[in-house]
């Protein structure tokens, strides 16, 4: 429910069958201040990220690194509140510190030039490219300033093609949400952040739905194309363990209209006034998100970095399973690439791959690092970040390195754990958050903790 900031980037070597027709934005960010490079081969093990271009095809940009970071980011002090998503939400300038080799430097500020002089357009890849002609009309003449940007104004054209994406979902008229939301009253407000704000409402048959309502600010064509961009994500994902939507409506603004989960998010029920979830509740929480990610990482058409895997966008249906939402920040990650480059790095503080952090790399490893989070909530029932500004990361470290099981644990949870169980997931919530990119499990089948065990 809870919504963040993100950051747009063009995607370079797309698959084949990817439709170049706009910018590919995610929520709340303008495109004359993005960039990505597009990496081909996994490189060496290098602390500091070198970029270098590859002639020919396309307009590509290769880069030569991994995915590792500087070891020292981990001891880095967080700043930013936890009150809500919306405030802990943090947007990284494209610049490094002062403290960052000259090498870094030469290179980022080559590859922004780089980026300019391309005009690299951010991409939003659909289904069906060869039907989607009124769309890429549309959006052209969006870019051309032809079209006057009210957002009723997609219809006519905009809803035969989305509804070839996925036609089971539903066109919903404004009065219809409206009557919902009892007019999106201030009562059904169940989550808000930067950039949207979700409703519970009640269709007319008597179907519960979360309503999310787009409200970040900028230009209306930044604001339909970021809209679009999240519908033809959402279009590729259909698994239990990711939420399901079930429609949309352009006619008063941008909403989005997703099954509804009772139980709400795993933020309200592990740090909610409600307080605390059974540990076997929880690990099978752990179980479920990794089989979530695993799809997204590798059972999808195309590979998908959700980029935004936090306890806030864990929803949890009747039977308390988990279920992914909130792809605005997603990416599409080409198949010949092992990571990209985006800048300026936006997301929420505590959940940030070091690598992204301080490099804006992201690949699966990204999503991998907050997984490791997650899990450390879920075994200590703490925030990713503290009152006192402090990372759960960095709180926990120490004892896990000295395998201090007793002084991790959720007192609420006393002695009412598997031991065998926690210790394991404790091992994959290490390996998780190692500072290392390539050092980090991946989300093969079965996810971490086959690899843990």
Not at 56 to 69: A, L, P
Not at 79 to 100: I, M
Request: contains cysteine; hydrophobic residues 35%.
């Amino acid at each position: 429910s809870g919504e963040t900031a993100d950051v747009g980037c063009g995607n370079s070597g797309l698959a084949a069958d990817a439709a170049v027709l706009s910018e590919d934005p995610s929520e709340g960010h303008s495109s004359e201040s993005s960039s990505s490079q597009c990496a081909g081969s996994d490189g060496d093990d290098k602390e500091v990220p070198e970029m270098c271009s590859k002639s020919g095809g396309n307009d590509e940009n290769s880069e030569c690194t991994d995915q590792s970071s500087p070891r020292a980011v981990l001891d880095i002090s967080v700043s930013g509140s936890v009150d809500s998503d919306e405030s802990s939400s943090v947007e990284q300038p494209a610049v490094p510190s002062r403290s960052v080799q000259p090498l870094q430097w030469r290179n980022l500020i080559s590859g922004i030039i780089l980026s300019r002089k391309k005009l690299m357009a951010r991409a939003v890849t659909f289904p069906q490219r060869s039907k989607s002609t009124g769309l890429k009309r549309y959006l052209g003449r969006m870019r051309s300033g032809k079209n006057q940007m009210d957002c009723s104004a997609i219809a006519p054209e905009i809803f035969p093609e989305i509804e070839k994406w996925r036609p089971s979902w539903r066109s919903f008229d404004y009065d219809e949400l409206c009557a919902a939301t009892d007019r999106f009253s201030s009562d059904n407000l169940i989550g808000k952040g930067g950039h949207a704000e979700v409703y519970k409402g009640r269709l007319a048959d008597g179907q519960f739905v979360a309503v999310k309502r787009l409200t970040k600010g900028g230009n209306k064509e930044d604001r339909i194309s970021d809209f679009l961009s999240e519908l033809g994500i959402i279009a590729h994902v259909n698994h239990p363990n990711a939420a399901q939507l079930l429609g949309f409506s352009v006619e008063g603004g941008l909403h989005l209209v997703l099954q509804f989960s009772p139980h709400g998010s795993l933020a309200s029920l592990l740090h909610g006034a409600k307080g605390g979830l059974k540990w076997k509740a929880r690990f099978n929480i752990a179980l479920g998100i990794a089989e979530g990610l695993f799809y997204l990482h590798e059972g999808c058409h195309r590979h998908i970095i959700h980029r935004d895997i936090k306890a806030s966008n864990i929803l949890l249906t009747e039977d308390y399973q988990p279920q992914i939402s909130d792809f605005g920040l997603a990416k599409w990650l080409p198949d010949k690439c092992t990571h990209q480059v985006v800048f300026p790095i936006e997301g929420t503080f505590g959940y940030m791959a070091p690598e992204y952090f301080m490099h804006g790399i992201i690949n699966e490893k990204t999503d991998v690092f907050a997984y490791g989070v997650l899990l450390l909530e879920l075994v200590t029932g703490r925030k990713a970040v503290d009152s006192s500004r402090q990372s759960l990361v960095i709180w926990a470290k120490p004892l896990l390195e000295s395998n201090n099981m007793k002084g991790l644990v959720d007192p609420s949870l006393d002695v009412g754990y598997d031991p065998e169980e926690m210790a394991l997931t404790l091992a994959v919530a290490s390996m998780c958050i190692h500072h290392s990119a390539n050092l980090r499990p991946s989300m093969k089948s079965g996810g971490p903790f086959h690899e843990g065990g």
